[in-house]
C-alpha cells in the first residue's frame, strides 16, 4: 500500500469512527425506549461503552499516523493525547459528580495505561526526531503536553488523598476538561487550514472550513455551560452531537479535498 492510499483510509477510518460512535448512542436511545442520558459521555455507563471506548482509542491511533510536520498536523497529534482520555477517565455516574467504585478499578488500570503508553510514545519520538524520521518541533510541542498530562494524570488518580476525589479533584471534571480540549485541537485545524501559511484551498472549501469552526466553538460553549449549569439535562448532549458532527464534516470535506493530493504533508518528516 502506497503512502497516498494509507493516508485515504486512515481519513475515512476516521469518518467510520464517528458514524459508529454515532450510530451506537442512537442503537442504545432505541433500546431505552427514546429517552437519552446527558450526554454522549454517559453512555461509557450503558452497554454503547465497547464502541465509545474502542473507537476513541482507534482514533487517536489514526489522529498520530496521520500527523507530521505541518501546523494542522500537531494540533491533530495533540487531539490523540486527548481523545483515549475521554474514553478513559468517564464524565459523572447520571449527571452527578461520582464514579460507581466498581468502574473505579477499570478507570485507574486505564489511566496507568495511559502513562506507560504516554512515556513509551515520547522515547519513541525523540529516538525518532534523532534520527532525523520526525520534525523536532513535533516532538517538544506534542511531548510535553502529553508528559504534563499523564504525570497530572498520574498524581491525581494514584496520590493518597488526593485519589479519593479522583476524577472530580477540586470540583473538576477531569473528562469535561480533555474532552473540550479535544474538541478545541479539532476547532483550531479548519481556522489553521483557511488562515494558515500554507497553501491555501479554493474559496468554496474556505468558507465551508471557516462555517465549521464557528460551529465547532459554538457546540463547545454550550457543553461547557450545560455541564456547569444544567448536568442533568441533554444540553451537554446536544452540545457534543453538535461538535461530533462538525468534525464529521469537516474531515468528509477536506478528505474529498485532499483525495488526489499526491504528498499530504500530514505524512512527511519534517
Avoid: K
Amino acid at each position: 500500500m502506497t503512502g497516498l492510499q494509507t493516508h485515504r483510509s486512515l481519513r475515512l477510518a476516521l469518518v467510520g469512527i464517528v458514524v459508529a460512535i454515532a450510530a451506537s448512542v442512537l442503537f442504545q436511545v432505541a433500546q431505552d425506549g427514546w429517552v437519552p442520558l446527558p450526554s454522549i459521555s454517559a453512555y461509557f455507563y450503558s452497554p454503547a461503552r465497547g464502541v465509545f471506548v474502542g473507537g476513541l482509542t482507534a482514533a487517536a491511533v489514526a489522529l498520530l499516523a496521520l500527523s507530521g510536520r505541518d501546523a494542522e498536523s500537531i494540533l491533530l497529534d495533540v487531539a490523540a493525547v486527548f481523545a483515549p482520555l475521554i474514553a478513559i477517565v468517564p464524565t459523572g455516574y447520571r449527571g452527578r459528580a461520582f464514579v460507581p467504585d466498581d468502574v473505579l478499578p477499570t478507570v485507574r488500570n486505564g489511566v496507568g495505561v495511559y502513562i506507560v503508553m504516554v512515556a513509551a510514545a515520547v522515547v519513541l519520538g525523540i529516538v525518532l526526531a534523532a534520527r532525523g524520521g520526525i520534525a523536532r518541533r513535533r516532538v517538544v510541542i506534542v511531548g510535553s503536553i502529553a508528559v504534563v498530562t499523564a504525570a497530572s494524570l498520574g498524581v491525581l488518580a494514584f496520590t493518597p488523598g488526593l485519589s479519593r476525589a479522583f476524577p472530580f479533584a477540586g470540583g473538576v471534571n477531569l473528562h469535561l476538561v480533555a474532552t473540550v480540549c479535544f474538541f478545541a485541537m479539532f476547532a483550531a485545524v479548519p481556522l489553521v487550514t483557511v488562515f494558515g501559511g500554507g497553501e491555501r484551498p479554493s474559496s468554496v472549501y474556505r468558507r465551508a472550513y471557516a462555517a465549521v469552526a464557528v460551529v465547532m466553538v459554538a457546540a463547545l460553549v454550550l457543553t461547557i455551560i450545560a455541564a456547569i449549569r444544567h448536568p442533568q439535562t441533554v444540553g451537554v448532549l446536544i452540545g457534543e452531537a453538535i461538535a461530533l458532527g462538525a468534525f464529521a464534516v469537516f474531515w468528509t470535506t477536506q478528505t474529498i479535498e485532499r483525495w488526489r493530493d499526491a504528498d499530504p504533508p500530514s505524512i512527511l518528516a519534517g
